[in-house]
């Protein structure tokens, strides 16, 4: 709006100015919120991408224990693990099915923190005991 005084001099009001300043910082905030989300998701995926095959090797040697030893060792059990100063933290556990003797079922959890959330990676397999004769 122009002021309509009587000299020549046009001016925005100052609540124009205001206006036009709240809708401007409005739209900077939410840029930037987007922006940084984008690099919290980069920082989760980056992360996941680490640890990923540690988690698949880990199940792969408890698959091979109890197909070979019908037991695991402790070692495989409860891990921490520290890439780039970040804390995981593993958690393998097996129980026998009920159906099937010698059938067993593990399960395991890979956790860290990421900003403010608790992330975590689950994955279940399958392990059958071999007997020898």
Known sequence: MISKTGNKN??????????TTVIFSLATVLIYETYFRSLD???YCNDYFKVVSWVDDKMWQAQNELTRFNTMSKALKDDVLNLDNKRFTWKLSYSETGGVPYLYRIDSTLSWSEGRKNVAISRMAYAVYEEEE
């Open 10 to 19: 046009r001016a925005f009001t100052l609540i124009e100015v205001m206006f």
């Open 41 to 43: 998701l980069l920082n």
